[in-house]
């Protein structure tokens, strides 16, 4: 049985926002899922008439959608985001910022899963002003699917997922992102592929103190073990690699052909990420696959930025 019952879906008539419909539909039971599909309008600011004698700027005020020009919108809406299997929807429009539009809708449905498209901004664009997906990543209270589709890559194939990636380093924030790549690819008949990325040496002071990748190697083998079962179509894999954690993401990413990567989120906010990013945050707009965010449960909450080391959890 798949996890997902209450999916919310960001529609913006993209055909990235397409692609990330028809995944939403792919995490769906038939029968068993409701997705919401949510169109939000941005306010359109219009001069108020007439201007007052004397002043210098004219006011404004927000424009709505209203009567058929709103059920215009919803019947594209319908036309664009329609299903090829019997998923229960339901169709709104709402005026506001985008994200925080999702996030407020968010709080009154309940989704268990936000599925957005992004357009992988980068630069300083990217660094101040994020993207609606990293927004919702940061703020949603459960996964975020994130899909980005540049303009001139082709469609993926239709065929589902079939392999999914999930990074691991080891340490709690890991714990319930496993879990929801576990039971994906329980429910998909997918094959799990976990990957631990090996930093080249950690700095202490001044000094850069090598690591040795067999412990590491070790580790990522026991929590294979502890993951295989027999209720999975396909045993667990586990690859390795050393380097920047989040390129070699990518390259594995497009080596195994990778459906879906799922990755843990710590949920951190403040100067340390304007700066420093997140590796989830890196991969996102750049994967040419969904990502699939899953924040780190409140349990863990408070170990997950501690520094990961070679040790098997138990899950």
């Not at 268990?112 to 901004?121: A, C, F, M, N, W």
Request: hydrophobic content about 40%.
């Amino acid at each position: 049985m798949k996890p997902f019952r209450n999916i919310l879906f960001g529609a913006d008539f993209s055909e990235g926002s397409r692609d990330a419909f028809r995944a939403a539909c792919s995490l769906a039971a038939p029968g068993q899922t409701r997705i919401h599909v949510l169109h939000m309008i941005e306010p359109h600011w219009v001069p108020e008439e007439p201007v007052p004698y004397g002043q210098v700027v004219p006011g404004f005020y927000g424009a709505s959608v209203e009567g058929r020009e709103r059920e215009a919108l919803l019947a594209r809406m319908r036309e664009m985001y329609a299903p090829c299997e019997p998923v229960d929807l339901e169709y709104l429009v709402e005026e506001g910022e985008a994200a925080r539009g999702i996030l407020g809708a968010a709080d009154r449905l309940r989704p268990d899963l936000i599925v957005v498209g992004t357009h992988g901004r980068t630069g300083l664009s990217w660094l101040l002003a994020g993207s609606v997906a990293t927004q919702v990543v940061r703020h949603a209270g459960c996964p975020v699917l994130a899909l980005h589709r540049p303009e001139h890559e082709r469609p993926r194939r239709a065929e589902g997922i079939r392999v999914i990636l999930h990074p691991t380093d080891f340490s709690k924030g890991c714990e319930t992102s496993l879990r929801v790549a576990r039971g994906l690819a329980r429910d998909l008949g997918a094959r799990l592929m976990l990957f631990h990325v090996v930093p080249f040496g950690v700095y202490a002071s001044e000094m850069s103190v090598p690591i040795d990748p067999e412990a590491y190697r070790e580790a990522l083998d026991e929590e294979r073990r502890l993951l295989d079962g027999a209720d999975l179509k396909y045993p667990v894999e586990a690859r390795m690699a050393r380097g920047d954690a989040a390129e070699e993401i990518l390259r594995a990413a497009t080596d195994l052909d990778a459906d879906l990567i799922v990755m843990g989120t710590h949920g951190r906010t403040g100067l340390g990420r304007l700066f420093l990013g997140s590796v989830t945050e890196y991969v996102m707009p750049r994967a040419e696959c969904p990502v699939l965010a899953v924040k780190t449960s409140r349990e863990t909450e408070a170990h997950a930025s501690e520094p990961a080391a070679p040790i098997a959890a138990a899950h």
